[in-house]
C-alpha cells in the first residue's frame, strides 16, 4: 500500500516538473516584450540594450505617476 503511495508521489512530481520545464521554455521563446508597455523593436531594428530599456520603464513609470498625482490633487481648502 505504501508502495503504491510512492509511487503515486513520484509520478506527480514528476508531471509537474514537466510541466514547468515546458512552461519555462515557451516563456524564453516568447516573442512579447519582457515589459508591459514598452513596445518590442521592429523585425529590422536591433534591441535596445539593458539600460536603455530600463531608462525608458523609469521614465515611464515616472510619467504615469505624474499623471496619477495630477489626478489626485484636490482643491485647496480655505
Given amino acids: 500500500m505504501r508502495a503504491f503511495g510512492l ?3 513520484v509520478l506527480a512530481l514528476v508531471i509537474v516538473g514537466l510541466v514547468a520545464k ?3 521554455t515557451s516563456m524564453a521563446s516568447s516573442t512579447r516584450p519582457a515589459v508591459p508597455g514598452v513596445a518590442a523593436p521592429a523585425a ?3 534591441p535596445a540594450n539593458a539600460r536603455d530599456q ?3 520603464v523609469q521614465q515611464q513609470v515616472k510619467e504615469a ?3 496619477a498625482a495630477k489626478a ?3 482643491p485647496d481648502d480655505n
Fill in 44 to 46: 529590422g531594428e536591433a
Fill in 22 to 24: 515546458k512552461q519555462m
Fill in 54 to 56: 530600463a531608462q525608458q
Fill in 72 to 74: 489626485r490633487q484636490m
Fill in 65 to 67: 505617476l505624474d499623471a
Fill in 7 to 9: 509511487i503515486g508521489l
